[in-house]
């Protein structure tokens, strides 16, 4: 199960961290990815983050903005978002993969948390 939090209302350029903690699996078993749905929009790839934390990679938009980090001693990964922007706007979702390699592919993660919500007004 994944649980995801630290969401809500925040201007233009301001920051969040959110959480997703993981419980009932091996935590350092798995890749992490955080994925966003705006309104009307398809979900898109946000980041990811190997099982050593080792492996990391971000989608063009929020390269060098957000920062993507886990604790497997707490089973928690987390996600820095930084100088946000209206367009950032959306539900973000953690998720856990056991593939091989990690993957931007949403297909690749097989368990998901219920979102936290990120509001940035302008």
């Known amino acids: 199960q994944l649980q995801a939090s630290g969401g809500g209302l925040v201007q233009a350029g301001g920051s969040l961290r959110l959480s997703c903690a993981a419980s009932?699996?091996?935590?350092?078993?798995?890749?992490m990815g955080w994925f966003r749905q705006a309104p009307g929009k398809e979900r898109e790839f946000v980041a990811l983050?190997?099982?050593?934390?080792?492996?990391?990679s971000y989608a063009d938009s929020v390269k060098g903005l957000f920062n993507i980090s886990r604790d497997n001693a707490k089973n928690t990964v987390y996600l820095q978002t930084n100088s946000l922007k209206p367009e950032d706007t959306a539900v973000y979702y953690c998720?856990?993969?056991?593939?091989?390699?990690?993957?931007?592919?949403?297909?690749?993660?097989?368990?998901w948390g219920q979102g936290t919500l990120v509001t940035v007004s302008s």
């Open positions: 983050i190997s099982r050593s934390g080792a492996i990391t």
């Open positions: 009932g699996c091996i935590f350092s078993n798995y890749n």
């Open positions: 998720a856990a993969g056991d593939s091989i390699v990690v993957s931007r592919r949403a297909r690749s993660y097989d368990y």
